[in-house]
């Protein structure tokens, strides 16, 4: 089997679920988000990692289901907390509109366990220390805070449909009311 990274190489042996790895990102269009952000219509970037448990997950395990990819900066911070808890409160909601909820962001798994267990998390996190699935989506890019630049997560939501296409992007994410948010855009 060989492995595509989002820059195109070519890996002869798969890389071990220790390290992220995103396969045949090969036709990403740019919307102006981040670099490489892919565009609705396009097939979602595979990938694989690990999540808050440390075990394997990657967007073949959600084949044949609707998927909440959420991009967040920072286990345990005002913002992300509020958003992650806002998905948690409606779990039930998404489900019976038929979607699955993975987070992404930059914290190691040992964080992400933290994290969900303190929130009491039903939906599972990628640790992307590497920030690989987050380059591939476009999610990581030049952001400014009180007239200070610096690179980082682009909070960005991809609701990706049962065939593995991005149906819907949304980049001005409400994270009190972020569930709503989803559950409006998905059903548009």
Sequence with gaps: MVFKTFLGGNLASPIPFAYLHV?????ISSSGHGA????????APAFAGLDQDGKPVGLADYSGRKLVLYFYPKDDTPG???????LRDKHADLRKAGFEVLGVSPDPV?????FAAKYKLPFRLLADPEKT??????AWG?????????NGILRTTF???EKGTIAHIITKVRTKDHAAQVIETGAA
């Design 110 to 114: 040992a964080r992400h366990g933290r």
């Design 133 to 138: 699935v987050a380059k591939a989506y476009g």
């Design 80 to 86: 992300c907390t509020a958003e992650a808890c806002s």
């Design 36 to 43: 490489g952000f892919p565009a609705v219509g396009d097939k």
């Design 23 to 27: 396969m045949d990102v090969t036709a």
């Design 159 to 161: 609701l990706i449909d």
């Design 142 to 150: 030049r952001k400014k805070f009180l007239g200070r630049e610096y």
